[in-house]
Nanobody
Framework: HVQMAESGGGLVQTGGSLRLSCADS????????FGWFRQAPGKEREFVAA????????IYADSVKGRFTISRDSAKNTVYLQMNSLKPEDTGAYYC???????????????????WGQGTQVTVSS
């Protein structure tokens, strides 16, 4: 069982950048897919990006393509979300979680993930 912990959120102006980190305390990450999701106040949790630990395959929500990059560092057992050209609509709590590798079309569905962290808040001011 994995249990993730997110960090790196903060307050940034429109057009700015942040890098979020997602780490697990002790499990190895092989055979997992890691996903980033976000939730704005009053809205449902939405998919942002996902990556396979083994091969580094990635998928992104259309709203973040070209601006966000998901990556992983095997030496540090950490998954990152580099966020550039931030917009006010990117504001929300960002969460990461893991799933045992499933078909690609399941990578964007939160119900297939577990080990959710407490989240890290990202606020983009206009």
């Amino acid at each position: 069982h994995v249990q993730m912990a997110e960090s790196g959120g903060g307050l940034v102006q429109t057009g700015g950048s942040l890098r979020l980190s997602c780490a697990d305390s002790g499990r190895t990450f092989s055979s997992y897919v890691f996903g980033w999701f976000r939730q704005a106040p009053g809205k449902e949790r939405e998919f942002v990006a996902a990556i396979t630990w083994s091969g580094g395959s990635t998928i992104y929500a259309d709203s973040v393509k070209g601006r966000f990059t998901i990556s992983r560092d095997s030496a540090k057992n950490t998954v990152y979300l580099q966020m550039n050209s931030l917009k006010p609509e990117d504001t929300g709590a960002y969460y990461c979680a893991a799933q045992g590798v499933k078909p690609r079309h399941m990578w964007s569905d939160a119900k297939w993930y577990d080990g959710w962290g407490q989240g890290t808040q990202v606020t983009v001011s206009s």
